[in-house]
């Protein structure tokens, strides 16, 4: 028999150190990117930073059970979203939770009550032609005061946005020259208003709207206070912005903000509203086949056709800014075009649009017609106190825990306990960065439910560390050394170890996907945990092993290493004595 080559690998050993090595870079690479990325510590849930979380449910109208669709609701999501901002919310959380949930996570230091108002409501859209505009910005310190410099023809230059049907175009006074646009339009739009002169558009019967009344209908006061309302509006405040509208009815004029193709702030006074947003039956963002520029197209229902045409043919006949209608969404002016025709059925509105922001008016025009509303499924409010008990709490209990499976694996496995700790500190930091960097990254949020969850991860982990040593053992008692035990033992222990952690990993997604709310806290974590067992069972526990193995204090079987076979219950192979033949005697 040939003899074995010199330096010749036990089957199953591999290179140990690759494998450590790469583990270690990937951490090194998790740390440094979490302290470049600014986080260092976890993006912390609303149940432990304190808060207030809404869950809505959305319905569809009796009819329009496909409404409730990935698009319409990522529509009301964006929707809500102003809605929460519009509060001076900084670190609100919208988003979409299975196919008809929508989760809105608000922050400390929120008023309670008008979040929910905010977020439970229906969007409010109407169509009001535009009396008076002029910048919605601060005027720089030292600046003169606006005076009728300029003429109507200065306004309309530009190429903003264009309200247009059969090919006509008219151009949006909003996205003119900002020096000759605050001034000339200002001053037409209060003539208008005071002499009672502005445009008297009415929509449609339905009780809807009733544009009829212009700002001079309510006599001398009302006048006064809407334009002491006006001039005194700044537009980059967001509480001031917000309460602007407030209160105001459809049939009344108002006063609004809204932001230019420029993301320059402007601000109006809107007559009553002549269409509701509810006649829109489509509008989408298309690209126009002559120019080929993206367009948002606009379909309305008979109604809705019948007062659009009606004021579009009173508003072509005026000068800038009163010949535009002001899109007006939950009190904010989402786009103001100009008209130049009149415009019933269909409509275009053109521009400086670029897919997204055409997709996003599209988007909000759609939101005034779709046959949805939401119900509040649950509301949890938490103190900063209460939340900062809950993760002390849940920090204890982890702890209390770790230290259980630290002593239980020191008292029977003795030395390699060593291993399966430093096992542990490798998960843990491992899991701790990829938490943290998840927080900016999808949004992450550690929550109570995903504190269990890595707790119960402790015992997974230390699972599989268990299986590993216990089919090592197995080896040993067979009568194998500690090299060719763990070579042998791998590949029994990896089979069972893949197998638990594949059952786990399943129960979690399972419960990720059938769940909503805090409980996907817990099946993320659960997941994510599981899936990090196997990275370190296979980078970092098994190379560890086996390098240790070669070691004395481990490979001798000393009593204190795990490895004792006197206390492993090994018996020392049976020798068999020679058998000796007899002699045969010798004849004489």
């Known amino acids: 028999m040939a003899a074995p080559k010199k330096g010749r690998r036990q089957p199953g050993q591999g290179r140990p150190g690759r494998a450590l090595a790469l583990i270690l870079i990937a951490l090194v690479a998790l740390t440094g990117g979490m302290f470049l990325s600014g986080h260092t510590t976890p993006r912390l849930g609303i149940d432990l930073a304190g808060g207030t979380s809404i869950t809505l449910q959305a319905r569809s109208e009796p009819g ?46 929120t008023n309670e009550k008008q979040a929910r108002e905010q977020v439970g409501t229906t969007a409010q859209l109407f169509f009001r032609p535009v009396l008076q505009l002029a910048s919605g910005e601060p005027a720089p310190e030292g600046s003169p005061s606006p005076s009728a410099s300029g003429s109507p023809d200065e306004a309309e230059q530009g190429d903003g946005d264009k309200a247009t049907e059969g090919g006509d175009k008219a151009t949006d006074g909003k996205s003119g020259e900002p020096e000759a646009t605050p001034t000339t339009q200002g001053r037409a739009a209060s003539g208008a208003l005071k002499a009672d002169a502005t445009p008297s558009p009415s929509g449609s019967d339905d009780g809807k709207a009733d544009p009829t009344p212009s700002p001079s209908a309510s006599e001398g006061g009302a006048d006064e206070a809407l334009m002491k309302k006006f001039e005194a509006l700044t537009c980059t405040d967001t509480e001031e912005r917000t309460d602007a509208a407030e209160g105001t009815k ?28 509810t006649e829109i039956e489509d509008a989408s963002a298309v690209i126009d086949e002559r120019t080929g520029q993206w367009i948002v197209t606009m379909d309305f229902s008979g109604k809705g056709a019948d007062a659009f045409s009606k004021i579009t043919s009173e508003l072509k006949t005026q000068q800038p800014p009163m010949n535009q209608f002001g899109i007006v969404l939950d009190g904010e002016v989402v786009s103001a075009p100009s008209v130049q025709t009149t415009l019933s059925k269909s409509a275009q509105i053109s521009g400086s649009f670029t897919q997204e922001s055409s997709q996003e008016l599209a988007n909000m025009l759609s939101y005034g017609a779709l046959p949805l509303s939401f119900v509040e499924e649950s509301v949890t409010s938490v103190t900063a106190a209460l939340g900062g008990e809950q993760l002390e709490a849940g920090l204890i209990a982890g702890g209390i825990g770790l230290i259980l499976v630290i002593v239980y694996l020191v008292v029977y496995y003795r030395g390699l306990s060593l291993i399966a700790i430093i096992s542990l500190l490798m998960s843990a930091a491992l899991t701790y960065t990829i938490m943290v960097l998840l927080g900016p990254a999808i949004g992450f949020a550690l929550n109570l439910p995903a504190v269990c969850g890595a707790i119960v991860a402790i015992g997974i982990t230390a699972d ?57 806290g817990f099946a993320f974590t659960l997941g994510l945990t599981t899936l990090l067992d196997v990275v370190v069972v296979f980078f970092f526990t098994k190379p560890l092993l086996t390098i240790l193995a070669r070691k004395k204090f481990f490979a001798s079987g000393h009593p204190w290493s795990g490895l004792d076979p006197k206390r492993l219950g090994v018996k020392p192979p049976l020798r068999r004595a020679r058998r000796t033949v007899p002699a045969d005697p010798k004849e004489a």
Request: proline share 5%; net charge neutral; glycine share 10%.
């Open 464 to 520: 599989s560390f268990i299986v590993f040593f216990e089919r090592v053992r197995d080896e040993i008692r067979e009568g194998r050394s500690l090299q060719p035990a763990v070579a042998r033992g791998w590949p029994r222990a990896r089979r069972t170890i893949l197998v638990s952690d594949f059952v786990s990993f399943l129960s979690a997604a399972v419960l990720f996907v059938v769940t909503v709310g805090k409980v996907q």
């Open 250 to 277: 459809p049939s009344e004029p108002m006063v609004g903000c809204g932001q230019n193709s420029a993301g320059q702030w402007e601000k109006y006074i809107l007559g009553p509203a002549a269409v509701a947003g």
């Open 64 to 109: 329009q059970e496909s409404a409730v669709n990935q698009t319409n609701m990522n529509t009301a999501v964006g929707i809500i979203e102003r809605r929460v901002n519009g509060l001076g919310v900084s670190e609100a959380e919208v988003q979409t939770q299975g196919t008809d949930h929508i989760i809105v996570n608000i922050p400390k230091g």
